[in-house]
């Protein structure tokens, strides 16, 4: 069955980088993309961009263009979400998910564990 | 920006029909997909392609969509039911993302 296990909880300080890993199983990896959101505490969920498996295209959300990269290694079948100079309001948890972008319907079906990032002081 | 609409929050007895809504102005063109979160819990999609259920999901979750509106319908809603409901579709150009604010369903 379709897996999606991300890495644990991290604590960063304002202005830090944080890097959460998305590792695949149960499916081709390359067949479907990765899409990233995340939810602040008490909040709803926040798309925050994706990134196509099969040619490394992303789009991200306007307002988190320039702070966010996201990538992939097709070999450990494992995307990646980096996030920089954090602030406060970045505190959340981030999921992954997985993506239809073949068909262009963008539809989300399987979602990771989340992952708590916490920006503080 | 590309923006989805829904109540914050629908209440309904047990046994009866809950209704949530989303409007957004590509979804004439684009799918509606609704996930159902729990607290403490990543989302569940309960349906996908404006009106149809993944297995595993009761038939008493369906979904419609007709011009900028789409409706996920809970015919019988059960206390177990309750939770958070988010709709989610992507531009008409398909370049992001986006979810709508939430519905807080309380069945009670």
């Known amino acids: 069955q379709v897996q999606l296990v991300q890495s644990g909880a991290e604590a960063k300080k304002p202005g830090a980088s944080v890097k959460v890993s998305c590792k695949a199983s149960?499916?081709?990896?390359?067949?479907?993309?990765i899409s990233w959101v995340r939810q602040a505490p008490g909040q709803g969920l926040e798309w925050m961009g994706w990134?196509?498996?099969?040619?490394?295209?992303?789009n991200s959300a306007q307002r988190l263009q320039g702070r966010l990269t996201l990538t992939t290694d097709t070999s450990m079948s494992t995307a990646y979400m980096e996030l920089r100079s954090l602030r406060s309001d970045d505190t959340a948890v981030y999921y992954c998910?997985?993506?239809?972008?073949?068909?262009?319907?963008?539809?989300?079906?399987?979602w990771g564990q989340g992952t708590l990032v916490t920006v503080s002081s | 920006s590309y923006e989805l609409t829904q109540p914050p929050s629908v209440s309904v007895s047990p046994g009866q029909t809950a209704r949530v809504t989303c409007s957004g102005d590509?979804?004439?063109?684009?799918?509606a997909y609704w996930y159902q979160q729990k607290s403490g819990q990543a989302p569940v999609l309960v349906i996908y392609?404006?009106?149809k259920r993944p297995s595993g999901i009761p038939e008493r979750f369906s979904g419609s969509s007709s011009g900028t509106m789409a409706t996920l319908t809970i015919r019988g809603a059960q206390v177990e039911d309750e939770g958070d409901y988010f709709c989610?579709?992507?531009?008409?150009?398909?370049?992001?993302?986006?979810f709508g604010g939430g519905t807080k369903v309380t069945v009670l």
């Open positions: 990134i196509f498996v099969h040619n490394g295209d992303t």
């Open positions: 149960g499916y081709t990896f390359p067949n479907y993309g």
């Open positions: 989610y579709s992507t531009d008409s150009s398909f370049t992001r993302g986006v």
């Open positions: 392609e404006d009106n």
């Open positions: 590509a979804l004439p063109k684009k799918y």
């Open positions: 998910a997985r993506v239809h972008t073949a068909a262009g319907t963008g539809e989300i079906d399987s």
